[in-house]
């Protein structure tokens, strides 16, 4: 069993920039493909980005793509999410998780996600 505690949450005015963190403990962080999903009030989650097990290919929404960046360090078993140019739509509670899903279309799928976080809440303001 994996346990996932995001941090780095807040509020940020447009175009700022937020770097939010996953650390894990519990089973081998390294064996897991991580991702980052949010989700708005009355909606549901949805995916914002995916990392393999050693961080060589990455996988963003088309909402993020050139403005976030996911990386990941196994040694020191943390995920990261850097968001730039931050817009309103990103205001949401964003969430990491882990699968054991290695490539594909079901990467971007919530139900292949078998560990999850709490949640950090991120606000953009216009």
């Known amino acids: 069993q994996v346990q996932l505690v995001e941090s780095g949450g807040g509020s940020v005015q447009a175009g700022g920039s937020l770097r939010l963190s996953c650390a894990a403990s519990?089973?081998?962080?390294?064996?897991?493909?991580m991702g980052w999903f949010r989700q708005t009030p009355g909606k549901e989650r949805t995916f914002v980005a995916a990392?393999?097990?050693?961080?060589?290919?990455?996988y963003y929404a088309d909402s993020v793509k050139g403005r976030f960046t996911i990386s990941r360090d196994n040694a020191r078993i943390t995920m990261h999410l850097q968001m730039n140019s931050l817009k309103p739509e990103d205001t949401a509670v964003y969430y990491c998780?882990?699968?054991?899903?290695?490539?594909?279309?079901?990467?971007?799928?919530?139900?292949?996600?078998?560990?999850w976080g709490q949640g950090t809440q991120v606000t953009v303001s216009s």
């Open positions: 998780a882990a699968t054991r899903v290695a490539t594909g279309s079901l990467l971007y799928t919530e139900s292949s996600y078998i560990y």
């Open positions: 519990g089973s081998p962080f390294s064996r897991y493909t």
């Open positions: 990392i393999s097990t050693n961080g060589g290919s990455t």
